[in-house]
């Protein structure tokens, strides 16, 4: 494939050093092997998220100096208000300082207890705070989507019959809202498509339900419509984003994905009665409706990174970037979710380690694995993050699929780091016999994969260390 120049140079740089092999384990023991527990100074490559890990450019740096710190009526709050305003067309724009308060304060409004939530997929926060207030999240993903292996354009799509006949059967008075994560994260960063957007939002418009976005890679999902979709090859990205938000009655969002900032987030709406209830929780729980729990310097590179995502040379260089890396293991080899996703390689850890069943968390044992050989962060996306008891029946769930996720920050890591990290996984794809499964030693009510503490199934110590040792 084609592999994009990086449009933009470095003008500052942030040194990384490698610890060595030895380190790692001693750190990643003391961590409990919970990725999430390491010093990041212990990382060399940090693909544990693509969130709040841009790198800003020269005109968000300089927009900082901008900041007007007033407690109400910030400046800066009106250019981010114009900004959300202009590209989706939602009429009330609440700042928040990430997605999850968003959806938290959503959640709050709209949802009774036992109201459901349909989604393509939801990610682990929406879910999680949807549980947190008594409900049930659905996933409605189509069955492309669900089948890591074959390359389809559009695998994020929800599957319209399934939607159908829930909204038959519960109607509006169980299901207060249907949602639309684009791109869909937890599937594999995979887009919906346009005709997929619309088909959603007439289901839910001819019932009277409300349709909303979970729009933290609104960027990227644009990009593929242009790119995958007929009709849409000749529209700007702004175009398309429009039109994508034109179906949808509002959105949350994290800034801190298609924002290309550390920190911020949004909820926009049409819908002055929701905004207004939406305000008066805000004022309780992040501040001010002109701050929301940012800073007025915040607003302004969120203003300015939200104009910049838009740009297709960028997106081209992006989605480009991952791809690239996602071709690498695939002609290595290495079981990935194909077409790579927007955002981040999906490697199938059930594939790679059919050895391990799901509830031994192949894909934590693999995210362990690559760390302890390369220095590499990953995350897993299965079952140990998705599984632990369901709150109606407290059996034990499994994910529907097993991933590692390796998410690629925006416009921080250059073509070499991305070479060195295909390598280090075909290194561990030779050595995939030797690695065993874990099981969690302690977990929280929710939300487990960011503090448990695990161990692995034979030892207890670390399996890589007896057979996987270089
Ligand atoms: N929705 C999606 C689809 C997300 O990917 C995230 C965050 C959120 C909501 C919550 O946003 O972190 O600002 O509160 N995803 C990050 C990730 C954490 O690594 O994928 P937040």
């Known amino acids: 494939m084609e592999q994009h120049i990086e449009p933009f140079k470095v003008k500052v740089v942030e040194p990384i050093v490698a ?10 023991r003391r961590a409990g092997y919970n990725l999430f527990k390491l010093r990041a100074e212990e990382v060399y490559i940090d693909l544990l998220t693509d969130s709040g890990t841009s790198a800003m450019s020269d005109s968000q740096w300089a927009g900082l100096m901008l900041g007007d710190e007033s407690y109400a009526g910030s400046r800066n709050y009106f250019h981010f208000e ?27 409004t709209i949802l009774a207890k036992g109201q459901i939530i349909p989604n393509n997929s939801h990610f682990d926060t929406t879910r999680a705070n949807v549980e947190y207030h008594a409900g049930e999240a659905r996933d409605l993903l189509c069955a492309e989507g669900k089948d890591p292996g074959t390359p389809a354009p559009f695998k994020g799509n929800m599957d319209l019959a399934s939607l159908a006949q829930l909204l038959d059967e519960a109607g509006p008075a169980r299901v207060p809202l249907v949602m639309i994560t684009i791109t869909n994260n937890s599937g594999g960063g995979q887009p919906v498509s346009m005709a997929n957007i619309r088909a959603v939002s007439a289901l839910c418009h001819e019932r009277g339900i409300p349709l909303f976005f979970d729009a933290c890679r609104f960027a990227e999902n644009a990009y593929f419509i242009k790119t995958r979709e007929a009709g849409y090859a000749d529209k700007s990205i702004a175009e398309i984003a429009s039109e994508m938000f034109s179906y949808a009655d509002g959105c949350t969002m994290s800034a801190k994905k298609d ?5 911020g987030g ?45 740009d297709f040379h960028y997106l081209q260089f992006r989605v480009g970037q991952v791809a690239s890396l996602a071709e690498q293991l695939h002609a290595g080899g290495v079981p990935i979710i194909r077409p790579a996703g927007g955002h981040a390689v999906f490697i199938n850890a059930g594939r790679f380690l059919p050895h391990i069943p799901p509830q031994q968390l192949p894909g934590q044992s693999l995210a362990v694995n690559l760390y302890i050989e390369s220095g590499v962060r990953g995350v897993e996306i299965g079952t140990f993050m998705f599984g632990g008891e369901d709150p109606a029946t407290g059996a034990p769930r499994q994910a529907a699929m097993e ?10 890591y250059t073509t070499m780091h991305m070479n060195y990290v295909g390598r280090a996984l075909l290194d561990l794809y030779g050595k995939r016999e030797a690695l065993q499964g874990m099981r ?31």
């Open 19 to 28: 610890i060595t092999r030895e380190e790692r384990l001693a750190a990643i």
């Open 82 to 108: 114009e900004t959300i305003r202009d590209i989706t067309g939602f009429a009330h724009v609440i700042p928040c300082h990430q997605g999850r308060v968003a959806e938290n304060l959503l959640f709050s």
């Open 259 to 263: 924002g290309l900032v550390n920190m």
């Open 266 to 310: 949004f909820l926009a709406t049409n819908d002055g009665d929701l905004a207004e209830k939406i305000r008066g929780l805000l004022i309780l729980m992040e501040g001010f409706p002109t701050y929301g729990g940012l800073s007025g310097r915040d607003l302004e590179a969120i203003a300015r990174g939200l104009r910049e995502v838009l």
């Open 403 to 412: 991933l590692v996720r390796l998410a690629i920050p925006r416009r921080v």
């Open 440 to 470: 969690i030693v302690k977990e929280p009510p929710f939300l487990r994969h960011f503090s448990s503490t695990l161990e692995f199934v034979e030892s207890g110590g670390s399996v890589t260390e007896a057979t996987v040792s270089s």
